[in-house]
């Protein structure tokens, strides 16, 4: 039964995790433990495919753990086949980079144990049929994870990233928690089954989804909530943030879609435009910050950000679909929510096992201080190009067939029948359409500055391209990128029984139009074939370079640069990572993010150096965060006295409040 | 039979946009010249200019990279992939049903993306700012463009430019307002996007206020040929663009007789000269703007675009 076994590759990597404590000494221990944890993530994958492409059938199975009168439901359906997918391939590409990217950790025996747990509890999420397996499987996810970004935890910023993120995980668990309360309702019925047929005011529906909103949310980085994961995933070594932003951030999604779309039963349509507006927020705040962040693995996080509120959007889509009662149109945004899902995954573990790589030749993550690297890391190079063209949504990889779906989705709203969504939704697409016009201008700072130019320093100078395992992980998944980008219907077409489980429809199946075309809703009204994009892409520039080489010229000649006839040959003369931010943070940073530009010229005739400053503040830690946290500083200090009574005080103190919570008791009554 | 002759319409029209590419651009340069009393080089004086940058030697930054020798060829083969999906003189092309008008944007976008790339490549300040100013104003003009999109699929019900372009020319549409904004949102992108004044200059030597020019300044011979024959076919594909949504009249139909295809390729030839000589006539008659006053030009585009889409569900049917 593909749930047992599912079931039993999570169970190997968490004991995988045990033996990882007792072999985190030994020389070859790193090797064993992330080639041991390939394994049953790469079952896992298959379990998942075969869920999808296969038969189809859900398997549910009782393991006699947890709670004594409870067990440990697990089930395995389609979208949680779907979600299992994607947990094993990162998983399983992610363990096979480690092997060669793990031996240059310091201190393997604060990674390995952590490591395989943390892909176990993810799969367990996946498969949780009952409030307490996914809670706790959740709370081990979290638990775990913050471990793993602690690894360096002799650095400050570490430390501070590690503590914003437990508070943070905590607060989204705690959401999770009453919302699985409010879910269960008095009777206490924990098991999903139970959960599903309970019937619910829309008080309490709205109260449910709120939580999720905050609990998935936080964990997957919604805004205002996401100011944890910028700094949590850099912080981790780089195989860790590329699962926790390839593979992660989805879990926390396949936990918002379970409870939404599945045990929640209809939801009403005014709660959609909150996704959409949050999703489409999320989206542009997100990729504004990356633009504006000079360390390349904060960027990339940031970057993440901004996907998952293009996800979010698409599933707000979905909602508003779904509660008119427009199966066809629901099921195409749910399909562009997951197949974007999916191509995050894929990219974004690229992009930051290349930044891995980066790290590893050069020892830096500031863009400033790189440069010049496809000379260096020829492949390496190659492999993240084709990550920061999928990921800025350009065709005709897999990104702009994600991104080309959510934009048919958009167009389907004239035929709600809310003119305030009708209203709505072209607005939100119009905000994605800018969040997908800044990746690209982010991706090409963040290539431009750290692949391409002249090095700008040493380290950039000397960098060797990485080891094979390294190369061999990355090149899968850049792969993976172009296949699902040029069969964008075969993605589809897996995806769909996913689709139809949660929403009853599909989209029409895509293998049976001609030519391989993508055809989401009619012919008639919109086609995308990402293969001929490519064909035809690849012939016209070869057959152009064919013919000006053959009948023109293919002379060639190396000189300096010409530079306008004043080439400086000092690199800090190129367009470094804050000047090219530097246009589109006068244009959208000074409203968004309160950036201020300062220049300190010395008065005539001195010939002191001028100054040029920027100043940013995070509108949103200093809006929100801030006075919460100087709230709860003060009650602390304030109840800090309570710590150094006598021994007749605190009596007193338990009398009085014994005899105050009497009183309130009585009045209730 | 159908076949080949779709077939054939799609290769005459491939051919067709290269080849009037450089044309349209010695007209728009010409009229400019007559409308500032000079005399102006003749009309085919790109195709020349072309010719010899052919024949010339590639003069290479000592260290650019592969990406900078292979991105001429893949922004000129994504460039013209998109222009060829756009009907110029017919619309029962063959393959046009490969990408809708979303996709032909997000083309325009890829050769954008590995310019933009290929600026900061050999490592000078001038390909950074360049870069760094295409991407500021591609990031404007591009949701611009989009919000445009939504509007024209709006009234059309459909993101094929084939519909959309047969729809208009039906009799049943009428004048729209939300058309007209679009039309006014479509045509303040194009001038973005091929970088004309007032937003960029193309023929500026000026070097703090080039920004497309900046960014190809370290190419040389048959590379520079094949990308400033790209931006001639962009400056083609965002006319027909604009005349095939807007002005579809005498685009023959799929399935409609040789005749009717000699005129509308004398139509669709017609409507290029009237585009490039309102082009000159414009670009003669406004100054340059500042790079920071560029964003404003184009919020004006994308506040068109929105309003005209939010218009549509305001005034159904008027």
Known sequence: ?669 | MALIANLLIQGAQMLLVVAVAPLLVGLVRKVKARLTRRRGAPLIQPYRDLARLMRKDVVLAENASWLFRAVPYLVFAATWVAAALVPTFATGLHFSWTADLIAIVALLASARFFLALAGMDVGTSFGGIGSSREMMIASMAEPAMLLTVFAMALVAGSTQLSTVSQFVASPDVGLRVSLAMALVALIVVAIAENARIPVDNPATHLELTMVHEAMVLEYSGRHLAMIELAAALKLVLYLSLITCVFVPWGIAAGDAGALSYVTGLLIYLGKLTVGGVALAVFETSIAKMRVFRVPDFLGAALMLGLLGTLLLFVSRGL
């Open chain 1, 1 to 669: 039964m593909p749930v047992e076994l599912a079931a039993i590759c999570s169970g190997v990597l968490m004991a995988l995790a045990g033996a990882a404590i007792l072999l985190r000494q030994h020389p070859r221990a790193s090797v064993t433990v992330y080639a041991a944890a390939t394994v049953p993530c790469g079952i896992a994958t298959v379990i998942g495919l075969t869920g999808l492409l296969g038969s189809g059938v859900t398997t549910t199975t009782v393991l006699p753990v947890g709670l004594p009168w409870l067990g440990a439901h697990l089930r395995l359906d389609a979208l949680a086949s779907f979600f299992l997918t994607i947990v094993g391939l990162g998983g399983a590409v992610t363990s096979f980079y480690a092997i060669g990217y793990g031996r240059h950790e310091p201190e393997p025996g604060r990674v390995l144990p952590f490591y395989p747990g943390f892909l176990g509890a993810m799969m367990a999420v996946v498969l949780a049929d009952d409030a307490f397996t996914f809670l706790l499987s959740w709370e081990v996810m979290s638990l775990l994870s913050w471990g793993l970004v602690l690894t360096h935890h002799r650095e400050t910023e570490t430390r501070h990233a590690a503590y914003v993120y437990l508070v943070m995980a905590a607060f989204g668990t705690m959401s999770l928690l009453l919302a699985f309360g409010l879910l269960a309702g008095g009777e206490g019925g924990y098991a999903f089954d139970a959960i599903r047929a309970g019937a619910r005011s829309p008080a309490t529906v709205t109260a449910i989804l709120a939580l999720m909103v905050l609990g998935a949310g936080s964990k997957a980085g919604l805004v205002p909530l996401h100011v944890w994961l910028p700094l949590a995933h850099p912080a981790a070594p780089s195989h860790v943030s590329a699962l926790m932003s390839g593979v992660m951030t989805k879990v926390a999604l396949y936990g918002f879609i379970r409870v939404v779309f599945d045990l929640l039963g209809p939801v009403e349509w005014w709660v959609s435009p909150a996704v959409i507006v949050l999703g489409a927020a999320t989206a542009v705040l997100g990729i504004l910050n990356a633009l504006m962040e000079s360390d390349i693995k904060k960027a990339l996080a940031y970057s993440t950000v901004e996907n998952i509120g293009v996800i979010f959007a698409a599933l707000g889509l979905a909602l508003a679909f779904r509660a008119s009662a427009m199966p066809a149109a629901a099921a195409l945004a749910f399909t562009a929510a997951l197949f974007h899902a999916f191509n995050h995954m894929a990219f974004k573990s690229l992009l930051f096992m290349g930044a891995g790589a980066v790290l590893n030749a050069t020892g830096a993550r500031d863009l400033d201080a790189l440069g010049g690297l496809i000379h260096r890391m020829p492949v390496t190079s190659f492999l993240v190009l084709v990550g920061v063209t999928a990921i800025s949504a350009l065709p005709p990889l897999n990104g702009f067939a994600s991104e080309w779906l959510i934009f048919q989705s958009v167009l389907k709203s004239p035929e709600l029948p809310q003119v305030s969504l009708q209203m709505l939704i072209p607005a939100a697409g119009g905000l994605l359409a800018l969040a997908a016009a800044l990746a690209a201008a982010a991706f090409v700072r963040i290539y431009g500055v750290a692949f391409l130019g002249r090095a700008r320093s040493d380290a950039a100078r000397q960098a060797v391209e990485v080891d094979r395992f390294s190369l061999a992980a990355m090149s899968a998944l850049a792969a993976l990128c172009v296949l699902a980008g040029i069969f964008p219907g075969a993605v589809i077409d897996a995806i769909a029984p996913a689709v139809s489980a949660t929403l009853d429809a599909r989209l029409p199946q895509q293998s049976d139009q001609p030519w391989l075309t993508l055809v989401p809703i009619a012919e008639s009204r919109s086609t995308y074939n990402g293969m001929l994009v490519m064909l035809f892409i690849a012939l016209s520039a070869s057959a152009s370079a064919w013919a000006v080489h053959r009948f023109a010229s293919r002379r060639l000649r190396r000189a300096p640069a010409w530079d306008c006839g004043f080439p400086n040959a000092d690199p800090v003369t190129q367009y470094g990572a804050g000047s090219f931010a530097q246009p589109l943070r006068r244009v959208l940073g000074t409203i968004l993010l309160g950036s201020r530009e300062e220049v300190v010229m010395p008065p005539p005739g001195e010939l002191g150096a001028a100054r040029h400053a920027v100043h940013a503040r995070d509108l949103i830690w200093d809006g929100i965060y801030a006075p919460v946290t100087r709230a709860v500083g003060a009650a602390a200090n304030r109840l800090n006295g309570l710590q150094f009574l006598t021994i007749r005080r605190y009596l007193g103190l338990v009398m009085f409040s014994l005899v105050g919570l009497l009183l309130v008791l009585t009045i209730w009554h």
